[in-house]
């Protein structure tokens, strides 16, 4: 029986380890999908760090801002607007446009990514 209960806690901590490292690998996946929905669709106007400096950017007027300052207040729910519905649902600029197609967790993950380029 002794044998039995080392075999079941060695079982355990395998399991719980696993268990710990998907969680990360899934932190990380989704981190990562941030970044490349964020490099395709907003990088060429807010640039690679979200200082406004993106190559398409310098041609818009009013140009993008930097997120450090253009943040500064806002919460998720009028970032996730921003991203979904565009500028001219927030009072912003009709050159941003609304980003459709996005799941639930992309937007909620880009969101974090916007808000992490902005802090």
Same mark, same amino acid.
């Given at each position: 029986?002794?044998?039995? !209960?080392?075999?079941?806690?060695?079982? !355990?901590?395998?399991?719980? +380890?696993?268990?710990?490292?998907?969680?990360?690998? =899934?932190?990380?996946?989704?981190?990562?999908?941030?970044?490349?929905?964020?490099?395709?669709?907003? +990088?060429?106007?807010?640039?690679?760090?979200?200082?406004?400096?993106?190559? !398409?950017?310098?041609?818009?007027?009013?140009?993008?801002?930097?997120?450090?300052? =253009?943040?500064?207040?806002?919460?998720?729910?009028? @970032?996730?607007?921003? @991203? +979904?519905?565009?500028?001219?649902?927030?009072?912003? !600029?009709?050159?941003?446009?609304?980003?459709?197609?996005?799941?639930?967790?992309?937007?909620?993950?880009?969101?974090?990514?916007?808000?992490?380029?902005?802090?």
């Amino acid at each position: 029986m002794r044998v039995s !209960s080392v075999r079941l806690m060695r079982a !355990s901590r395998v399991l719980l +380890t696993t268990l710990v490292l998907a969680g990360v690998q =899934a932190s990380v996946a989704l981190a990562q999908t941030a970044q490349v929905l964020y490099a395709q669709r907003c +990088t060429p106007c807010h640039g690679a760090n979200g200082k406004g400096d993106g190559p !398409s950017g310098k041609f818009l007027n009013p140009p993008p801002k930097d997120f450090a300052t =253009a943040l500064n207040g806002k919460g998720d729910d009028w @970032i996730a607007k921003v @991203i +979904t519905q565009g500028g001219p649902a927030v009072g912003l !600029s009709a050159a941003m446009p609304a980003n459709s197609g996005l799941s639930d967790d992309q937007l909620k993950d880009l969101v974090q990514y916007v808000k992490k380029l902005g802090s």
